[in-house]
């Protein structure tokens, strides 16, 4: 079992930055994918970055170029850098966890491929 802790959501003006945080407990992560979803009102869940347990990254195309995705193995953690925010990057934001066991060059980027979500983190964009 992997228990996830999202922090670092909150409130910030369009073209701001955000560093979110997601603390792992229970087993390390260095072993296995991690990656980043939201969900906005209304909207499905969607993939946002993800990155294999050999650091492979994946970015979901609404945030190339903006996101980057970060893991340290050490301090069991996972992070996710947002740059030039935009209103639409509104949304709560789940860290998720897989079991393991895949290939060092994949990186997961359906829900299905996820095992372990954490609670979310709220993420607000003014315009």
């Known amino acids: 079992q992997v228990q996830l802790v999202e922090s670092g959501g909150g409130l910030v003006q369009a073209g701001g930055s955000l560093r979110l945080s997601c603390a792992a407990s229970?087993?390390?992560?260095?072993?296995?994918?991690m990656g980043w979803f939201r969900q906005a009102p209304g909207k499905e869940r969607e993939f946002v970055a993800g990155?294999?347990?050999?650091?492979?990254?994946y970015y979901g195309d609404s945030v190339k170029g903006r996101f980057t995705i970060s893991r340290d193995n050490a301090k069991n953690t996972v992070a996710l850098q947002m740059n030039s925010l935009k209103p639409e990057d509104t949304a709560v934001y789940y860290c998720a966890a897989d079991r393991g066991h895949r290939s060092r060059w994949y990186v997961p980027h359906a829900l299905y491929e996820y095992d372990y979500w954490g609670q979310g983190t709220q993420v607000t964009v003014s315009s």
């Open positions: 990155i294999s347990w050999s650091g492979i990254t």
């Open positions: 229970g087993r390390t992560i260095s072993s296995i994918a």
